[in-house]
């Protein structure tokens, strides 16, 4: 049977769920203008960022891997949190939630590295006046942040919004808007660990690493009765999977997405349209 798009049926089934997850992708920062990886704007596309974000690649060219970086940094930076990420925020306020989906747990699994889900959170729960308890954890950036800067060599990481992170990057966000990615800043002038001075890099998750924080979401979508899946082209893995495992467990599917994706036929609801839109209605 097709998927419903009766937001009335959706909010009886939320108000009835008990083990609620979220898993992100890039369109739930899209209306804040970050571009998706593979929508029509698809940054990758451009700059084919399966072959950047790599180890190998950083590895081989870590000028051309930091320019990229460099360009979602400033791009991230100059972005601010969208309806979507607020109405995630203020659902993820115990007391806001007890309204709507009563005696529920909650965590957003975010794929996005962005970090406007938690600036969303600082400012909404600073405006409710209220702190989150942390378990189980709310929020779970499952492929880092762009804003972690992790040594190559020792285990140091440290969160660092500079703009730039270093001065021979700066202004290379033009080269990359106009896909002149050039690889010709030399290794000592690339961000380097404040702890030791070896060469740093992002800190992310790149294809063939493990995510973060895997086991404390394996047991969360196990348990999950109900897995909104909002704004991806669920094309990676491990996170493409979850939605799945929920139903096959038993558990209720919802996808929001500005258009159809791969299997999205045999999820119980279907909210079609930018989530920006969808989830102050969807979440209140
Ligand atoms: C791992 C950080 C082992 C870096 C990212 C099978 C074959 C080949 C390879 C694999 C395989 N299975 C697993 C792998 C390996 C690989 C993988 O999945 N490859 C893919 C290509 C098949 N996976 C890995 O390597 C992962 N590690 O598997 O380790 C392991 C696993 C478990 C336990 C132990 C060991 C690590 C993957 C992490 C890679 N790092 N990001 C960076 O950002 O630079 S991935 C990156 O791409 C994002 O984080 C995200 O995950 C993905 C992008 O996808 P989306 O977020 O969905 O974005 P996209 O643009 O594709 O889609 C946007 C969607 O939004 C669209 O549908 C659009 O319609 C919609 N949209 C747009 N606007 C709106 C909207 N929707 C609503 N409203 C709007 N306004
Ligand atoms: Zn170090």
């Not at 806001?96 to 957003?108: C, K, M, N, Q, Y």
């Not at 992170?165 to 990359?176: P, R, S």
Request: hydrophobic share 40%; charged share 20%.
């Amino acid at each position: 049977m097709p998927p419903s798009k009766d937001l009335h049926a959706f909010k009886k089934v939320l108000s009835a769920s008990k083990n609620i997850i979220v898993v992100a992708g890039a369109g739930l920062s899209a209306a804040s203008g970050i571009p998706t990886f593979r929508g029509s704007g698809g940054m990758w596309r451009k700059y084919d960022a399966m072959s950047l974000a790599t180890p190998e690649s950083f590895a081989e060219n870590p000028s051309l891997v930091w320019q990229f970086y460099h360009y979602r940094r400033e791009s991230a930076l100059k972005a601010s949190p969208n309806a979507a990420h607020v109405a995630l925020s203020s659902f993820t306020i115990p007391k806001v939630r007890e309204r709507i989906a009563p005696g529920s747990d909650f965590t957003l699994i975010t794929q996005n590295v962005d970090g406007l889900s938690p600036r969303s959170n600082e400012q909404v729960f600073a405006q409710a006046g209220v702190t989150v308890p942390d378990t189980p954890p709310y929020l779970i950036e499952m492929h880092g942040r762009l804003f972690d800067i992790k040594c190559t060599q020792c285990d140091h990481v440290e969160f660092d919004t500079s703009s730039p992170i270093c001065e021979a990057l700066a202004g290379t966000e033009a080269l990359v808007e106009k896909k002149e990615l050039d690889a010709n800043i030399p290794i000592e002038n690339l961000p380097r660990c404040r702890k030791c001075g070896s060469l740093a890099r992002p800190g992310v998750v790149w294809f063939g690493e493990v995510p973060h924080d895997m086991p404390v979401i394996d047991k969360l979508v196990e348990k999950a009765d109900l897995c909104l899946v909002i704004g991806t082209s669920s094309a990676v893995y491990p996170a493409a999977g979850y939605a799945a495992e929920v139903a096959d467990n038993g558990g209720t599917v919802a996808v929001f997405n500005f258009e159809r994706t791969p299997g999205d036929e045999d999820v119980d609801f279907l909210f079609l349209g930018g989530c920006e839109e969808w989830l102050p209605k969807a979440l209140s």
